[in-house]
T-cell receptor
């Protein structure tokens, strides 16, 4: 009965490669998010989708491209990976109405060598 | 813009000690306020929340009160356990509909020693 799941949990790759992270939620939420957590544990939102529509797009390099095929799925594709992309990426979901609680996935630890 | 300031960590306490982790915010209007907890190797879990002034959120022995006059949402627990060791994040969501962005504090690492 996993609520928000992400795959893979760990991703080790070389600079210049392209990789994808997948996220799925079974909570019936209409809004999904991608967050990046750096090595100091600082969390910053990257993107958000509501019913497949992009509603938040922070200042993120355009090598990062989110895609939402339906409201239960949100994927993140990263082109030309760089060392600075190493981080933990969290997916989250919520309803777009009160109480606005966001539920987080377990995270994907990306290491770029 | 909106911001959240948390006390610097790490915080180390003995079991059964009293815990306070300070959180203050800057935002217009009445944001919703949250505390999230991240256990080692896991994602964030919502610990408690408050959506209007003077609301008290509580869960698992933790409490926080939404203080508009001091723009604060400090986390407290009367008697901590080793299992409370984790990173704690304070966060806010702006009041306006259509702005779902959560702004997080920098996190406070808490270690409880037996």
């Amino acid at each position: 009965d996993t609520a928000v799941s992400q795959t893979p949990k760990y991703l080790v790759t070389q600079m210049g490669n392209d990789k994808s992270i997948k996220c799925e939620q079974n909570l019936g939420h209409d809004t999904m998010y991608w967050y990046k957590q750096d090595s100091k544990k600082f969390l910053k939102i990257m993107f958000s989708y509501n019913n497949k529509e992009l509603i938040i797009n922070e200042t993120v390099p355009n090598r990062f491209s989110p895609k939402s095929p339906d409201k239960a799925h949100l994927n993140l594709h990263i082109n030309s990976l760089e060392l600075g992309d190493s981080a933990v990426y969290f997916c989250a979901s919520s309803l777009r109405t009160a109480p606005y609680e966001q539920y987080f996935g377990p995270g994907t630890r990306l290491t770029v060598t | 813009g909106d911001s959240v300031t948390q006390m610097e960590g790490p915080v180390t306490l003995s079991e059964e000690a009293f815990l306070t982790i300070n959180c203050t915010y800057t935002a217009t209007g009445y944001p919703s306020l949250f505390w999230y907890v991240q256990y080692p190797g896991e994602g964030l879990q919502l610990l408690l929340k408050a959506t209007k002034a003077d609301d008290k959120g509580s869960n698992k022995g933790f409490e926080a009160t939404y203080r508009k006059e001091t723009t604060s949402f400090h986390l407290e627990k009367g008697s901590v356990q080793v299992s409370d060791s984790a990173v704690y994040f304070c966060a806010l969501k702006p009041p306006n509909f259509g702005n779902e962005k959560l702004t997080f504090g920098t996190g406070t690492r808490l270690t409880i020693i037996p």
